[in-house]
DNA sequence: GTCTATATTCCGATAGAC
DNA sequence: GTCTATCGGAATATAGAC
């Protein structure tokens, strides 16, 4: 791996770790073993770094859409809860609960990055649940877009309650949002 | 009201707003109309502040339980989206949320003020919803803490993702948490 | 592409006068 | 209780040598 990819890499972690106003071009630089200059080199401001760190959970986001394209409701959720269980392993939040809370403190460039982004995983989750009601996998009375919406905060949220409540938690809420989706209502 | 409570309700909308990582005592000074000393004389470190500011919240959480204590659970729990609402209209997150993502770049002294208070609200949370369906008022079928945490994660979640999705998203969240508690399930 | 060196600004915190 | 003054450190960023 290249020293770009190594501090993008970095950097990531760090973001859904401390926060983006938490570590520093020091941080990245020791960390890797080499100056923060050269840190400047591949990324001229940390912006360029928050941007180019929203487009690799873009591309990684795209990447699962794109692999479970045929596949079927129940496993494409599957798929989209993994990413958060990848991060809840390392005690990570997810990106856009990060960059959110700090999005009235960072360089208006980054919410532009993140803003498309985050409504592409609204999209892509609000089409899950529309086929897999479809397809009668998935039951539920609320319109689409608003059980989307109510998931994907009970992914970002259990990664940050998590880190207090304990982690089970995170499998709890996992679980239990699948079985309601899979249990019929009257 | 006096310098110390003006120091403290402004450092937590700095806290909801742009995070506890993002402001310094020379924007709180600067707000007030006061010189960074005159801070450090009512909270001698940033971690002091931070932990009155939690403090602050546990209060405000204890007085709307008890002010609601012999309500029916509805208006138990409106009374505890209407703590949230109140965040939604100035676009601040929650302070859970806020500083939650910030865990592990802060004090440990705060995680330590934290920790109590958030375990806590799951408690009272879990507490009305073990009410509501013992009443038969509230239908569900998860655990009562799970559920908690599912509508707490909803809550938390939605004030930071509407930031990027639109603030009439956390009244079309709320309003359908409360949708789906009333209705009976199959 | 990485380094040394440095400019500039900002931050948390303290000492001591008033 | 608030001020001036200042310390010590850390931050982002840049210039220029190698």
Same mark, same amino acid.
């Given at each position: 791996?290249?020293?770009?990819?190594?501090?993008?890499?970095?950097?990531?972690?760090?973001?859904?770790?401390?926060?983006?106003?938490?570590?520093?071009?020091?941080?990245?630089?020791?960390?890797?073993?080499? $100056?923060?200059?050269? =840190?400047?080199?591949?990324?001229?401001? *940390?912006?360029?770094?928050?941007?180019? %760190?929203? &487009?690799?959970? /873009?591309?990684?986001?795209?990447?699962?859409?794109?692999?479970?394209?045929?596949?079927?409701?129940?496993?494409?959720?599957?798929?989209?809860?993994?990413?958060?269980?990848?991060?809840?392993?390392?005690?990570?939040?997810?990106?856009?609960?990060?960059?959110?809370?700090?999005?009235?403190?960072?360089?208006?460039?980054?919410?532009?990055?993140?803003?498309?982004?985050? $409504?592409?995983?609204? =999209?892509?989750?609000?089409?899950?649940? *529309?086929?897999?009601?479809?397809?009668? %996998?998935? &039951?539920?009375? /609320?319109?689409?877009?608003?059980?989307?919406?109510?998931?994907?905060?009970?992914?970002?949220?259990?990664?940050?309650?998590?880190?207090?409540?304990?982690?089970?938690?995170?499998?709890?809420?996992?679980?239990?949002?699948?079985?309601?989706?899979?249990?019929?209502?009257?």
């Amino acid at each position: 791996m290249n020293t770009k990819d190594v501090i993008l890499k970095l950097a990531d972690q760090l973001i859904l770790e401390k926060g983006f106003n938490a570590f520093s071009f020091y941080d990245l630089a020791e960390t890797i073993g080499i $100056k923060t200059a050269s =840190i400047h080199y591949h990324f001229p401001t *940390k912006t360029d770094l928050a941007i180019a %760190v929203i &487009h690799l959970h /873009a591309a990684g986001f795209e990447q699962v859409k794109k692999q479970y394209a045929t596949k079927d409701p129940l496993a494409k959720l599957e798929a989209f809860f993994n990413i958060y269980s990848r991060n809840k392993a390392e005690g990570q939040v997810c990106f856009v609960g990060s960059l959110c809370t700090d999005l009235y403190s960072i360089d208006p460039a980054i919410e532009a990055e993140l803003t498309p982004v985050v $409504k592409g995983i609204l =999209i892509w989750v609000t089409e899950i649940l *529309k086929e897999g009601k479809r397809k009668g %996998v998935f &039951h539920f009375s /609320a319109a689409p877009r608003t059980k989307a919406l109510l998931i994907i905060t009970n992914m970002l949220g259990i990664l940050q309650v998590s880190r207090i409540t304990g982690k089970p938690d995170f499998n709890e809420v996992r679980n239990t949002i699948l079985k309601e989706l899979k249990t019929k209502k009257g």
